[in-house]
């Protein structure tokens, strides 16, 4: 049995061009100065700056084409670890919903992308700077594994709670519901700069347009639509204060074809035109 079945371990890694795809264990993906796309058998994902990406056990590929270095840090989680951890961590019964996964011989983690919270960047900050330092200390590697796999089981459980939040009467319905509705919001995540429809993000999601409209809402209290436009906007504001791309540029760079639309979307949201934007920020760093 190879190493990467029979032990946790970390993969810290500097690349602008990468691709692979194979089979790999239970695992979290964090990356830095760029952008990583995965796609498995049920979805598409983009992994960034201050998110990270939970993977069951199983197959997937992995793409990075940036023009910059993207900095890798990846911790791989050997099969009944996070079986073993969910037994032995001591928490508050409403911390883990009377133990949502006690009657599972194995947790079958929601795959997704998710926001780092401060404690669990903490400990992946930590064993990012001192783990070929103490690579050959166990017991400060399993410390920093089971940390981890702590913080994750956390936020698993915060999922299962969002869950309720679904119409569906029965708990496995739910749960499915939302892996679906999940993969929708990070296909949003990862093609957002592309023309994409209501029809593309449905198929992702394996569902209809009217079920996802229905059940995305119920989730995350907004549309489809509304969290693309937002993710537009985000990237739009990044590109006018740090690139001076025009506004045509600009305009397909986030994957509209209008500039004329994407003045006017961008006033309405943020309340001034992308030119007058832009013109505050040079001021603003010009008085500094």
Not at 195 to 208: G, K, Q, Y
Not at 229 to 239: C, D, H, M
């Amino acid at each position: 049995m190879s190493k990467q079945q029979t032990s946790n371990f970390v993969l810290h890694e500097k690349s602008k061009e990468f691709y692979w795809e194979g089979t790999g264990q239970l695992s979290i993906k964090t990356f830095t100065q760029g952008r990583a796309y995965y796609r498995t058998n049920r979805g598409f994902f983009a992994v960034e700056d201050n998110r990270y990406l939970l993977l069951n056990k199983g197959d997937y590929s992995i793409a990075i084409d940036e023009p910059n270095e993207v900095e890798s840090f990846c911790v791989f989680f050997q099969e009944g670890f996070a079986e073993e951890v969910l037994k032995t961590v001591s928490l508050q019964t409403n911390q883990l919903l009377s133990d949502p996964f006690k009657e599972q011989s194995s947790i079958g983690f929601f795959e997704k992308t998710f926001e780092l919270p401060s404690m669990l960047t903490n400990h992946l900050y930590k064993l990012k700077n001192k783990h070929k330092q103490f690579g050959r200390d166990a017991e400060f590697l399993e410390e920093n594994y089971y940390n981890i796999m702590e913080c994750i089981l956390l936020e698993q459980t915060s999922s299962l709670k969002e869950t309720e939040a679904l119409s569906a009467l029965k708990k496995g319905t739910r749960e499915e519901l939302y892996r679906r509705i999940s993969l929708a919001h990070d296909f949003i995540r990862a093609y957002f700069y592309k023309d994409i429809t209501l029809r593309d993000i449905a198929n992702a999601a394996f569902l209809s347009p009217n079920h996802l409209l229905r059940s995305y809402s119920q989730i995350y209290k907004k549309t489809p639509h509304q969290h693309l436009t937002e993710l537009r906007i985000e990237r739009a504001k990044w590109l006018l204060k740090e690139t001076d791309r025009n506004m045509t540029d600009i305009t397909y760079d986030i994957g509209l074809h209008n500039p004329v639309s994407f003045s006017k979307m961008f006033k309405q949201f943020v309340g001034t035109s992308p030119s007058n934007y832009r013109k505050k920020v040079i001021l603003d760093k010009q008085s500094k």
